[in-house]
């Protein structure tokens, strides 16, 4: 997955969020795989996410860059942030969930 398949899913067309994608991306697949307990390695040896994980990648990423995250604000510079992925994401990843021994 790169930031132009985040890019076209969140139909994004600006270059905004591209360096906070470019740093993300790589951390929140890495997220997804251990919430899933899935590496998403196909036959090929090769990593290959399913459209509902990219679908979820993306939208995470849109979720943190824009104001929903935001919990709490004074009227200085202060900012509170709810990282927790919100259950509508989540549900995107539940078919890719792997049970762990």
């Known amino acids: 997955m790169e ?12 270059t905004k969020h591209d360096d906070y ?9 890495e997220a997804v795989k251990d919430d899933c307990n899935n590496p998403f390695i196909d036959e090929n040896g090769k990593e ?16 943190n860059t824009n104001q929903a995250g935001v919990t709490g604000r004074s ?16 549900s ?3 078919p890719y969930k792997r049970l762990r021994f």
Request: net charge positive; no cysteine; aromatic share 10%.
């Open 3 to 14: 930031v132009s398949d985040v890019k076209s899913i969140l139909r994004w067309k600006t």
């Open 21 to 29: 994608t470019t740093t993300m991306l790589p951390l929140m697949i």
């Open 48 to 63: 290959s996410l399913p459209g509902g994980v990219q679908i979820a990648v993306a939208k995470w990423i849109e979720y």
């Open 75 to 90: 009227q200085g510079v202060s900012y509170s942030y709810d990282v927790n992925v919100p259950d509508s994401i989540k």
């Open 92 to 94: 995107f990843l539940r």
